[in-house]
């Protein structure tokens, strides 16, 4: 069965300086999707950013990015020019791409403050 | 606004009562999930559903029911509550499989006393 672990539970940044968050995951799998989800303080499930397995390319959404590494299974998160609304919790999920109807698997996550 | 729809917002239970926590989707996706969040412990899959008519057990099934009579609607039924029930719960959808990721709902903050 496939993890997904965040091995950071909390996690700070000062206003305007970069952070990284990591996640690895487990699978046997070569084909699989990964997330990136904010959950601020109003607990709402937000899309972050979003990678497919296949390709090499790391993702990118503005100021957030990944270092997707296959090999090693790891998953990381980069927020530049960090910004007071980034604080909240971030979730690292796994998608299989084989299987019809199987669930997104979400780490445990990591909560980031931020401060001025 | 399009999306999915959870409610109630918040909910106290005594321990023993039942409650149905409704949700609603207009994108008219075909896969619908439910997860609980507990402090540290990430989302956990309750149940999932494929289409109408189609449900399917997650990680933790155990004291909920779903049912899903059309594309729209995934209600999630709690027969008699339990303490350890309590958490927050987060209704889901997706096209097709979710390769493109979840849309969820604003979730419901379910406390059983």
């Known amino acids: 069965a496939q993890t997904v672990t965040q091995s950071q539970p909390e996690m700070s940044v000062q206003e305007a300086e970069t952070v990284t968050l990591s996640c690895t995951y487990d699978t046997s799998e070569s084909d699989y999707y990964l997330f990136w989800y904010k959950q601020p303080p109003s607990r709402q499930m937000i899309l972050v950013i979003r990678q497919e397995a296949y390709k090499q390319q790391n993702a990118t959404e503005n100021r957030f990015s990944v270092n997707f590494q296959k090999a090693a299974k790891s998953f990381s998160l980069k927020i530049s020019d960090s910004q007071l609304g980034d604080a909240a919790m971030y979730f690292c999920?796994?998608?299989?791409?084989?299987?019809?109807?199987?669930?997104?698997?979400f780490g445990k996550g990591t909560t980031l403050s931020v401060s001025s | 606004n399009a999306g999915v729809t959870q409610t109630p917002k918040f909910r106290i239970l005594k321990i023993g009562q039942s409650m149905t926590l409704q949700c609603a989707q207009d994108m008219n996706h075909n896969y619908m999930y439910w997860y609980r969040q507990d402090p540290g412990m990430g989302l956990k899959l309750i149940y999932y559903?494929?289409?109408?008519?189609?449900?399917d057990k997650g990680e933790v099934p155990n004291g909920y029911n779903v049912s899903r009579s059309t594309t729209e609607d995934f209600p999630l039924r709690l027969e008699l509550a339990a303490p350890s029930q309590t958490s927050v719960y987060f209704c889901?959808?997706?096209?097709?499989?979710?390769?493109?990721?979840?849309?969820f709902g604003s979730g419901t903050r379910l406390t059983v006393v």
């Open positions: 999920a796994y998608r299989t791409q084989n299987q019809a109807g199987t669930a997104l698997i």
């Open positions: 559903s494929v289409g109408a008519g189609i449900t």
């Open positions: 889901a959808s997706s096209y097709a499989g979710g390769g493109y990721g979840y849309t």
